[in-house]
């Protein structure tokens, strides 16, 4: 069966369901939501249809700017650990045999599914007084007395490290395994110890795919909005975390579109950053 | 040394996967109204209080319903689109594949912040079906890239030798391709469902002020009072996660959905 145009309606009758409903429930609510960010506020939470800047002009405060510097820190250094954690591993996965690699797969693919909920529960409870690693530590006698590591920046990192890594290891994932194996073998036949060929043949032939999951990555980490709020404090918390404040609990549905806008623009240009720095890296 | 060096590095990152499951697996366990860990006396009781305690059962039937039927309709959109693709030349069709991708591609918040916006400008604001659409629509992703994955390994030659033999469109699909693609369905739908059983923010902005799914529920529990059964639940999930994946891994092919091979060998 060749492929061909459609022609008619009932040719065509497949596609129209879907595209009504992607139209419907994506298109037209996200319209809706860049409409909202240029709405005026009304006392009492509602907000009336006009054109205003305001919204994009609290940008401008220096509270908005600590909160987009330190969600920006924070997305950072997920991605940068992220990716030093998982290159590695993803590496010595990808060499192993095939039921070892499912095995991971499905252990990756269950912690990425977790609600964010029960991982921010999970660490909270890990590196809590009473039930947490410090207890283990006291115990090995490596410390005095068990200590609460929740809040803190540290909690905040690890938790976010742990949802990202598999993250990071799914997206570098196909390109390791299809990576040439005769290319690190030539580098141990002359001469090159494992470390080596890792660090100067497996790494420059991955450059374009790291750079992608990096970016990816960070991506990913700028749209935490629950572990900021379950492991830090309020000096934590993310540009995900103010949208969803200033919507539900301060009833300022303009402001929250507005810096919803701002992310989605954040993170369109980062994408379009990768796919530059793909065709730059390839060339 | 280099063995050893490996499965050292593989190890070490296997127990930093695996301890907070372990920690809350054993909090579950505690006998008193506690989350020490290791558990002090042995209860299954925290089990149990998800089935019995009215309000945490409710929570879990509803969570249950949203990722049933979010899942389907998930499917139903996907299967439809991906299908034209593959047997239409319709280059403009493309623009629907980039919108079914898009949502899960951007921060979460932006997907929830939009249908509160929209639902709370056309009324519907805390209608339980809501929830379902918005689900759908923020996971189709997923069974749109595994059909995708599934229409582009079947064997052209196979519908054609279908069609040569006098069989219309709608019988090939029936009897040539949708047994073929029937596994990428089911694995689409499994991804579909456990990441919507999973997840909160969406489902929080939609129907959270009117009724708790069990993520929202324990989020709502870490603020006002800790109980065991927030680590019974978590385990719950973490094993009906684990399960749904071992199962699309035990009957379709993981390495390849996750693409390890390209779609050509």
Redesign the interface.
Known sequence: MRREPARGLVQHLPVIFPGLMLTIFFIVPFGTMVAVSFFRRQQGGFYVPDFVLANYARFLTPFFGNVLVFSLYLAIAVAVVSLIIAVPFTYLIARSRRVTQVLWLVALLSILSLSEVIIGFAWSTLLSRTAGITNLLVRLGLMEAPQALVPGFGAVLTGMVYQAMPYAVLVLYPSMVRLDPTLTEAARTLGASPLKAFFTVVLPALRTTLVATLIMAFIFALGSYLLPQILGRPSHWTLSVLITDQALYQSNMPFAAAMAVFLVLVSLALVALTMFAGKKLEA | M?RAL?RL??AL?GI??A???V??T??SFNEKQ????PPQGFSLHWFAEIFVNPEWFRALIASVLLAVTSAALAV???L??A??LW????PW?QV?QL??V??F??????????????W??SGFYGQPWTAV??H??FF?TLPLVTLTLGFSSID?SL??A??TMGAD?RT?FRTVVLPLILPYVVSGYAFAF??SL????VAY?TI?FVRETL??K??NA?RYGYTPT??A??VL??AV??AV??LI?RFGD??KL?????SKD
Not at chain 2, 87 to 90: E, F, P, V
């Open positions: 280099e490996s590095y593989l990152v930093f996967l301890a907070p499951i920690v809350v054993g909090v506690n989350l020490a860990f139903a959109i996907a439809p689109l299908w034209f047997r239409r030349l319709a069709a629907f919108l079914g898009a949502p591609t951007l921060p979460p918040v932006i997907t929830a912040l939009g249908f509160l916006t929209f709370a400008t659409i918005a759908a629509i189709v052209r519908t054609e279908a069609a469109d090939v456990v990441l999973n997840e909160y923010i902005m959270g993520p929202i324990v989020f870490l927030m680590a639940v978590s999930f973490v996660t684990a994946f071992g891994a993981l390495p996750m693409g390890a091979m390209s």
